[in-house]
């Protein structure tokens, strides 16, 4: 019997796929999770406790929630073109998830081990963009073209950003190879890139909060004008499949971060003398860390939604093309620099 | 100088820092939500909930049909017809409050001259159908001898400011 499920597993496809669900489900699970943490820790800020009802502490409420979408009818405009519109969603979840395709969980965990992993992340969240195009477009709705105008502009924008930070790590590891990234950064805290690169890995993440589309980037959704923007024609399981792409994405952007500039899975107690934590099971590369620092990205976002008011449009042009864009192009000058001084331990020429 | 500072402030996003140190404290504060159903805030004595009309000790109904409340009441919600009783008094032959247009303001218990129509604490009650919502003099007055014990203590508390 064992042997017979082995011999299954080893035919690619079924291996693969089987490869696939392990990797989407725990994916799904913390998408839903991570609105109720949403929901949580946005109350907690505001001085009140969020939800609570639904089963204990409330764990049940996202659950509800997905359950409640799905029971709700679709409803399409009249004007509204059917198959775009549902498109649109799919066009959106599947890009998101094909992203994670390339993503390392550790030196072997790997699902696609390809050399421009970071090329295709880019190409991926791209195109990302193209399902709320079509979205606003398939709506006949001005407020949904209104949005779509804002999202595609918003997003082209800040991706140039995003893309250069991206070049200083590609410049800093000599690789597009996420695994490789990694292992770059290995040797201890001191190692990691967010240390030359701050400026860049600051750029990227705020680049990232607004290619999501998320506070204080959300014009997109801009409650006050444009009602819930792009998606406001969506009801039932679309609407959440929207909503499942956009935290995916966020999920997405923050084990990015985390691979690229945190040194993923290596232990902050790398190489660590004091009290023997260097030789200790702490310093072991692992999952936990990787994860346990994609969910200090993660906090972030909840943690800038519920501070900070929503930019206005211009500031947001006005930031991307003329802050984040320049000084991204002045660091990667700085990393050139540094290489030629040979700055230890990130630009040693030999390593 | 000022606009040195300035510049580095927000190249080093300095508020939206303080923002989020701001925030950050809010995040482990006590919170404040009362848990509705099982828990309630504090109600007072003056709290203007669902109208009721009140008798005297002897059984006999207060209102003696003034209509001073149908004149106060600016949502137009109290109507009143009057008739004279068999033993020469006038009394009310019908006193509805539509508690749809009813804005509970309570000028119509502060014009009342002989504290027969009063708002009592009861807020949690709901209607089926619109009719539930509109109060006749039946209804005000059954509310009124359930809750007497209530009316009367919140009234003598009050009495002290008047």
Known sequence: MVDLILSIYEIPVINILVKIVVILVPLLLTVAYFTYAERKVIGYMQVRIGPNRVGPRGWLQPIADAMKLMFKEIIFPSGANKVLFTIAPTLAISTALAAWAVIPFGAEMVLADINVALLYILAMTSVGVYGVILAGWASNSKYAIMS??????????????????????????????????????????????????????????????????????????????????????????????????????????????ALLFMGGWLSPFQGVEFLGLGSSFLAASSIVWLLSKTAIFMFLFLWFRATFPRYRYDQIMRLGWKVFIPVTIVWIYVIGIMYYAELAPWFLRDK | ??????????????????????????????????????????????????????????????????????????????????????????????????????????????????????????????????????????KLLAVGDKYEEQIAADRAEDSVYR
């Open chain 1, 148 to 257: 779509t105008l804002r999202t595609a502009a918003q997003v082209v924008s800040y991706e140039i950003a995003m893309g250069f930070a991206l070049v200083g790590v590609v410049m800093a590891a000599r690789s597009l190879n996420i695994g490789d990234i990694v292992a770059g950064q290995s040797g201890s805290i001191w190692g990691w890139y967010m240390w030359p690169l701050l400026p860049l890995f600051v750029i990227y993440f705020i680049s990232g909060v607004a290619e999501t589309n998320r506070a204080p980037f959300d014009v997109a959704e801009g409650e006050s004008e444009i009602v819930a923007g792009f998606h406001v024609e969506y009801s039932g399981i679309l609407f959440a499949i929207f909503f499942l792409a956009e935290y995916a994405n966020m999920i997405l952007i923050s084990i990015i971060a």
């Open chain 2, 1 to 138: 100088m000022k606009q040195l500072t300035q510049f580095f402030n927000s190249l080093f996003l300095a508020e939206l820092f303080k923002g989020l140190s701001v925030t950050g404290r809010y995040l482990f504060k006590k919170k404040i939500t009362v848990q509705y159903p099982e828990e309630k805030t504090p109600q007072s004595f003056r709290f203007r909930g669902l109208h009721a009309q009140r008798r005297y000790a002897n059984g006999e109904e207060r209102c003696i049909a003034c209509k001073l409340c149908e004149a106060v009441c600016p949502a137009l919600a109290i109507s009143i017809e009057s008739e004279e009783r068999e033993d020469g008094t006038r009394r009310t032959k019908s006193y509805d409050i539509d508690l749809t247009k009813c804005i509970f303001c309570g000028f119509c218990e502060e014009s009342c001259p002989v504290d027969s129509i009063v708002e009592t604490r009861i807020f949690e009650y709901h209607g089926e159908e619109k009719s539930d919502l509109y109060m006749t003099k039946e």
